[in-house]
């Protein structure tokens, strides 16, 4: 609930600090991702499964032509399924967090009621789900971070004044999780390889 609020009064903070003869829209996005997972383990590989994302959004059209900004808080569901070598490992990890999107935008007008644009920035993640999945009984757990940071780039589309769709790539900067190795929980025994999550999104809005 805590993190809940704090990102509340993140999203308030960027409205109230945007110029008064911006132009401010609310609205709820939603869209799919598919994961593309890295493990710093030989032989070791993660297949990227379909997940998807959902919250609201706020989008602000600056007084200089062209710039804006939009920030949202999303619900995102992540999914891998991670095989081992000669068949050890072969499950699903999962991940639930909420995202906070903040990207600045610039747009090319195509027409009265059409724009493309191009977007960048960074975003912030919360773990919500288990931080621990085991992969192997008493041996191996894939351990997620309580939070991560990373970078959006992408590119989309404003039609109509209302409706938006976009694609775009989420950067991890460093790890995202780990792989930990240990013999029966022995803590003197544990290792860890490092896991890294980028993702595709593709999504679509509908601003009011």
């Known amino acids: 609930m805590k993190k809940m609020m704090k990102m509340a009064v993140l999203v308030a903070a960027l409205t109230l600090s945007v110029n008064a003869n911006a132009q401010v829209k609310l609205g709820v996005k939603g869209g799919i991702n598919t994961s593309q997972v890295s493990i710093s383990i030989d032989d070791w590989k993660a297949e990227n499964r379909i997940g998807y994302f959902i919250g609201p959004t706020i989008k602000f059209n600056l007084p200089i032509l062209g710039l804006g900004m939009d920030a949202s808080a999303l619900y995102e569901k992540r999914e891998a399924k991670v095989t081992g070598p000669m ?27 059409a724009d493309i644009f191009v977007f960048g920035g960074p975003q912030v993640a919360f773990n919500l789900g288990k931080q621990e999945q085991e992969l192997i009984p008493k041996f191996a757990d894939w351990t997620l971070k309580s939070s991560a940071f990373s ?25 995202t999780g780990d792989v ?24 679509v809005a509908y601003y009011f």
Do not use: C, M
Request: charged content about 15%.
């Open 87 to 113: 068949g050890l490992v072969n499950t699903v990890v999962k991940s639930e967090q909420v995202i906070v999107p903040i990207n600045a935008r610039f747009s090319f007008g195509l027409s009265e009621s």
């Open 151 to 175: 970078v959006n780039v992408g590119a989309g589309i404003f039609l109509a004044n209302h409706l938006q769709a976009t694609i775009g790539y989420n950067i991890a900067l460093g790890s």
């Open 180 to 203: 930990v190795f240990s013999v029966d929980g022995i803590k003197e025994t544990r290792k860890k390889y490092d896991v890294r999550n980028n993702v595709w999104q593709l999504g």
